[in-house]
């Protein structure tokens, strides 16, 4: 299908195309999708109980576990993880009719469908959400992380692919059920934060961390990529695009020297002096929809000298735009926005600098999907343990459905593809899981915090 637009950013040609869905297809090839899907489940599944197994005895998940170990746990996991049902034992009940899982899974010995019974208790498997270490899942991300990554960008992406995004998002929990989390008084909400680093280009979470409320952003931003070499080292020569949370000049500083580019709104108390405006050219309508109105494009210095805390950034980039809201949201009576952009990227055009900002939208639309689709809030239980695997395990979902996504040739992810994987996994039956799957050797685990939280 041909392109409809296309532009130019940072000498990379961007086209942004009508994106197919499942429903498009002709009749008859209607049943195509679900045939094609059905043999990946199959083999998906094939390849990742090495992957488990092998994860499995690192963190020592199999410790007095003789008849429940890792790989059944991990498929009824994404069963769960994949399945409408409002709580874990429904998910559990729904289990025991699915005659391929139970057979693959090794949970076909004692069950008995007519009851709901399969091969282990229910208590048994809401004991391992606290008891079984979270990294025998956890360590599998890595691997599904390359392996989306080996498939590319999909050409009908317009977002430029050295682009990341740095954000996070709150897991409310109830201090009643986690007594664990830190209660700082009547103003501090108790849950958990997720620190995410996320390419748009392939709506890919490159690295996730967890917090408590004893961190904030700017903090975040220290843990999650300013201390940790390999997160920084990966971010050399990408930009960054950052909210006001992680303001910080003397963090800027650190981004700078160590390769990285930034984009951020600037804070309004922030000491700025002008060195210079620069010209401004308004961009093409048709290119943007004339949301985009420049107002400055000036060369500043940021931060004071008498600030001891902070650093002084000179030769930066403020551009300052007006943007018109989306159709929709104007019709529900959005107002434009005028923003102050900062960063030190002098290679663009002015207009390119704050669409590179816009497209960090991207990531409060991957946590809304998160939430609302895959369920990251329907928690496996709530001790620590278990609240950190529902956080993989809402990864991992994430990851999978991505990669079914591009073996169907689809390029971008929707709801429908994950509900039909859902329906499609609970169909399997034994013949289909009979073709064992040739399968890569494990990847380490590179930057990952599977122990985030301080101890009690």
């Known amino acids: 299908m041909p392109p409809h637009h296309i532009r130019s950013l940072g000498g990379i040609t961007i086209a942004r195309a009508r994106v197919p869905s499942i429903t498009q297809s002709t009749p008859s090839r209607q049943h ?35 008849h429940f170990d890792s790989f059944a746990h991990a498929c009824l996991l994404l069963f769960h993880g994949f399945g409408a049902t409002e709580s874990l034992r429904e998910s559990y009940a729904a289990f025991a009719p699915c005659s391929g899982l139970l057979a693959v899974s090794g949970l076909a010995s004692g069950a008995d469908p007519d009851d709901g019974r399969i091969g282990v208790s229910y208590s048994q498997f809401a004991d391992s959400n606290t008891t ?22 999909s050409p009908a992406i317009s977002l430029p692919p050295e682009l990341q995004v740095l954000d996070s998002t709150f897991l409310r929990l109830s201090l009643l059920l986690a007594p664990w989390l830190p209660n700082e008084g009547k103003a501090d909400v108790p849950g958990l934060r997720l620190q995410v680093r996320y390419t748009p280009a392939l709506d890919l979470p490159e690295h996730i961390l967890i917090t408590d409320t004893r961190s904030n952003d700017c903090q975040g931003l220290d843990k999650a990529i300013l201390d940790d070499p390999v997160q920084l080292a990966a971010l050399r020569e ?16 650190r981004l700078l020297a160590a390769g990285v580019h930034f984009v951020s709104r600037l804070q309004q108390q922030a000491m700025v002096r002008f060195e210079a405006d620069l010209p401004v050219q308004q961009p093409l309508p048709q290119l943007d929809g004339g949301r985009i109105a420049l107002l400055r494009d000036q060369r500043v210095i940021l931060g004071s000298p008498n600030n001891r805390a902070g650093a002084v950034l000179p030769g930066l980039r403020l551009v300052t735009a007006r943007v018109q809201p989306l159709a929709k949201a104007a019709r529900q009576g ?13 290679d663009l055009d002015a207009a390119d600098v704050v669409q590179l900002y816009l497209w960090r939208w991207q990531i409060e639309l991957f946590f809304r999907w998160l939430k609302s689709h895959v369920h990251l809030p329907r928690v496996l239980g709530y001790s620590r343990n278990a609240v950190e695997l529902t956080v993989w395990l809402a990864i991992i979902v994430h990851l999978l459905t991505l990669l079914a996504m591009r073996s169907l040739g689809l390029a971008r992810r929707v709801p429908g593809l994950l509900r039909q994987i859902g329906r499609l996994l609970s169909q399997l039956v034994p013949s ?22 301080p101890p009690t």
């Open 32 to 66: 195509a999708p679900n045939r094609q899907l059905r043999r990946w489940l199959a083999s998906e599944l094939g390849r990742l109980r090495p992957q488990i197994v092998a994860s499995a005895a690192r963190c020592r998940a199999e410790r007095y576990r003789k």
């Open 132 to 153: 079984r270490p979270a990294d025998f899942l956890g360590q599998l991300i890595p691997s599904l992380v390359a392996r989306v990554r080996q498939y590319g960008r």
């Open 238 to 253: 990408r930009t960054l695009a950052i909210d006001l949370g992680y303001y910080s000049h003397r963090r800027f500083q």
């Open 334 to 346: 959005a107002q434009p926005v005028t923003y102050q952009l900062l960063t030190d990227r002098w």
């Open 432 to 453: 289909d899981l009979q073709a064992p799957a040739s399968v890569p050797q494990q990847l380490a685990f590179p930057g990952w915090d599977l122990h985030p939280l």
